[in-house]
């Protein structure tokens, strides 16, 4: 009924349901029904009203990403918002994960906001992020301890492809530190095939900041002073 009151009505009408649905965002989000007219709200927006009404939008997502995040149906909800704004318009939710990013990693549909804020963050809010999860628990200044949140996500269901997304988006250096983060874990796994998973992971990775570092060398055979042959 309200998609199509959405669809219909035009001017004050559509704006009183458009108020309406932002002020009762969160529990909108977190069924499917409403999952639905947030999808065709933001479809159906005229540019007035997406200026209008985006803040609001964001700053209601950001507000209560952690719980959405957790939400079977609230997690789509932050990466529909993700999707459908500007990159500097949606940093607000990006930001709102920073120090929680571990623990979102671990559970299924948290884990997939987390892989999208990586995917649509800045290079600058996006190394803050990943640096979260080769810094966790590093003021403990115990080794086992350091990489105790590491281990831990490597070996869930969920967290294991957060890791791997970030060393995919990571920067060269900070890819070659997760990297190694890893592989210092690595040996604390007791299950040879996911050992064995990690290894290649490591492996491809390490064939990738090579071939960076090719490709960031200075072409010598363009050179003025390259020797002739």
Same mark, same amino acid.
């Given at each position: 009924?309200?998609?199509? #009151?959405? !669809? !219909?009505?035009?001017?004050?009408?559509k704006?009183?349901?458009?108020?309406?649905?932002?002020?009762?965002?969160?529990?909108?989000?977190?069924?499917?029904?409403?999952l639905?007219?947030?999808?065709?709200?933001?479809?159906?927006?005229?540019?007035?009203?997406?200026?209008?009404?985006?803040?609001?939008i964001?700053?209601?997502?950001? #507000?209560?990403?952690?719980?959405?995040?957790?939400?079977?149906?609230?997690?789509?909800?932050?990466?529909?918002? !993700?999707?459908?704004?500007?990159?500097?318009?949606?940093?607000?939710? +990006?930001?709102s +994960?920073?120090?929680?990013?571990?623990? &979102?990693?671990?559970?299924?549909?948290?884990?997939?906001?987390?892989?999208?804020?990586?995917?649509?963050?800045?290079?600058? &809010?996006?190394?803050?992020?990943?640096?979260?999860?080769?810094?966790?628990?590093?003021?403990?200044?115990?080794?086992?301890?350091?990489?105790?949140?590491? +281990?831990?996500?490597?070996?869930?269901?969920?967290?294991n492809?957060?890791?791997?997304?970030?060393?995919?988006? #990571?920067?060269?250096?900070?890819?070659?530190?997760?990297? !190694?983060?890893?592989?210092?874990?690595?040996?604390? &796994?007791?299950?040879?095939?996911?050992?064995?998973?990690?290894?290649?992971?490591?492996?491809?990775?390490?064939?990738?900041?090579?071939?960076?570092? &090719?490709?960031?060398?200075?072409?010598?055979?363009?050179?003025?002073? #390259?020797?002739?042959?």
């Open positions: 009924m309200i998609q199509k #009151a959405i !669809l !219909l009505f035009h001017g004050k009408n704006e009183l349901i458009i108020q309406e649905v932002i002020g009762d965002l969160v529990s909108t989000c977190s069924n499917a029904n409403g639905h007219v947030i999808k065709k709200l933001l479809s159906l927006c005229t540019l007035q009203e997406y200026e209008k009404y985006q803040p609001q964001v700053s209601k997502m950001a #507000a209560n990403c952690i719980e959405l995040a957790q939400n079977p149906y609230g997690n789509y909800g932050l990466q529909i918002s !993700l999707d459908s704004y500007p990159q500097e318009r949606t940093v607000a939710i +990006i930001e +994960i920073k120090g929680k990013i571990v623990h &979102l990693s671990i559970t299924k549909y948290s884990s997939n906001v987390v892989e999208r804020c990586f995917e649509k963050a800045d290079p600058k &809010l996006r190394a803050e992020l990943i640096n979260e999860l080769i810094q966790a628990d590093s003021l403990i200044g115990n080794f086992l301890s350091s990489i105790y949140f590491v +281990i831990a996500l490597m070996k869930n269901n969920f967290g492809y957060v890791i791997q997304k970030a060393l995919q988006l #990571a920067d060269p250096a900070m890819k070659e530190e997760l990297a !190694l983060k890893i592989q210092e874990s690595v040996p604390f &796994l007791s299950n040879k095939k996911l050992k064995s998973n990690w290894n290649h992971i490591i492996d491809q990775c390490a064939s990738n900041i090579a071939a960076m570092s &090719l490709n960031n060398l200075p072409n010598l055979a363009g050179s003025p002073n #390259a020797e002739e042959h």
